[in-house]
């Protein structure tokens, strides 16, 4: 199996991105940790996992604590004897609409909650990966140099602002062995409400790519396992596009 005797931390793992990145990890072989805030959605996704004879456990931890996320981080380690893989996707605070009409307050403090808990998660899985020689940190998101829509708040930006994140760790902890790599996917439609209002945004989506078709929660899951492991030892410092070609970046 490709991630067998890996340990994966995924920060964010009760929400539908996270559940699909900890079920590809746990499909390859990862014991992963699903960390995240409510109690309830998170064993819903160990469950799963466990059903389909991966293993999972649960802390109820929040990202934006340092210590607690450290603390969580030094018991993983004790557990299993290091860190192999770490992701960060909880939900990001968006706020659309035009840039004028949002409030500076509003906009400063979602984008510092979003990249200090990245920064956090990171340093913490880091510390360990430095004294192993080894390990994968995953970002998702990714920059589109080209997005040419209007309204999007802070959300591209915060996702620009990853990147560039994204970009330094990447340099300063490849001589360590430790590999960092963004997912950009241009929109996964599962992730939205099955309802008409929504529709559009969907469709907007799929409309996008060269293929017809947008990635899915179980593309995500199946990609980043691959990007995780060994098979992918060459590759770092960059996006892995999954966008089915929406986006050129």
Request: glycine fraction near 12%; charged fraction near 15%; include cysteine.
């Amino acid at each position: 199996m490709l991630l067998e005797n890996r340990t994966a931390v995924i920060y964010g793992a009760g929400g539908a991105i996270g559940s699909a990145l900890a079920a590809g990890f746990a499909a390859a072989g990862a014991h992963c940790h699903l960390v995240g805030r409510t109690a309830a959605t998170l064993d819903a996704t160990a469950e799963k996992i466990r059903a389909d004879g991966g293993r999972a456990e649960t802390a109820v931890v929040d990202a934006l604590d340092a210590a607690a996320v450290d603390d969580h981080a030094d018991s993983v380690v004790r557990e299993n004897g290091g860190i192999d893989i770490s992701v960060n996707v909880i939900t990001l605070n968006g706020v659309f609409g035009p840039l004028i009409d949002i409030s500076v307050p509003e906009f400063a403090g979602t984008m510092a909650e979003f990249l200090t808990s990245q920064l956090i998660t990171t340093k913490a899985a880091a510390r360990h990966m430095i004294g192993q020689e080894s390990g994968v940190i995953l970002f998702f998101g990714g920059s589109d140099h080209a997005n040419k829509a209007p309204g999007l708040g802070n959300v591209q930006i915060s996702f620009d602002a990853l990147e560039g994140l994204r970009r330094q760790w990447a340099c300063e902890l490849a001589p360590h062995g430790i590999r960092v790599l963004t997912l950009l996917t241009g929109g996964i439609p599962e992730t939205f409400p099955d309802i008409p209002a929504t529709e559009p945004a969907r469709q907007g989506i799929i409309d996008a790519t060269m293929l017809g078709r947008a990635a899915t929660l179980s593309d995500i899951g199946d990609v980043a396992a691959f990007m995780a492991s060994d098979r992918a030892r060459s590759i770092t410092g960059t996006q892995i596009n999954i966008s089915c070609g929406a986006s050129g970046a």
